[in-house]
């Protein structure tokens, strides 16, 4: 069975930096759609970067520039570079999976394996 699990998460203040790892076991993925998510209490699920199998990124518009995601396929690892954070980037970090896509975007919430979320706060 598949399992993500998240780490690196915690509290920064603004203008810091963090860097979250999503290690997958239960497989050896290697050309699957990877991506992190972000959720607040009482809102929707957002995509914030995802990685396709081909390994083209796209990110969302609030974090171009900001964050950076990656993969290493030799420690089944995913990764978020987070940097210049935000208060608004507050929010559980959810790492995603999907083997069944090979392109995939930040609109896409229907990702077959999830995580279950690190939390990120940062202050003001």
């Known amino acids: 069975q598949v399992q993500l699990v998240e780490s690196g998460g915690g509290s920064v203040q603004a203008g810091g930096s963090l860097r979250l790892s999503c290690v997958v076991s239960?497989?050896?993925?290697?050309?699957?759609?990877m991506g992190w998510y972000r959720q607040v209490p009482e809102k929707e699920r957002e995509g914030v970067a995802v990685i396709d199998a081909e390994g083209k990124s796209n990110y969302a518009n609030s974090v171009k520039g900001r964050f950076t995601i990656s993969q290493d396929n030799a420690k089944n690892t995913l990764y978020l570079q987070m940097h210049s954070l935000k208060p608004e980037d507050s929010a559980m970090y959810y790492c995603?999976?999907?083997?069944?896509?090979?392109?995939?975007?930040?609109?896409?919430?229907?990702?077959?394996?999830w995580g279950q979320g690190i939390q990120v706060t940062v202050s003001s």
């Open positions: 995603a999976a999907d083997p069944t896509r090979y392109y995939c975007y930040t609109h896409d919430r229907t990702f077959v394996y």
């Open positions: 239960g497989n050896t993925y290697s050309r699957w759609c």
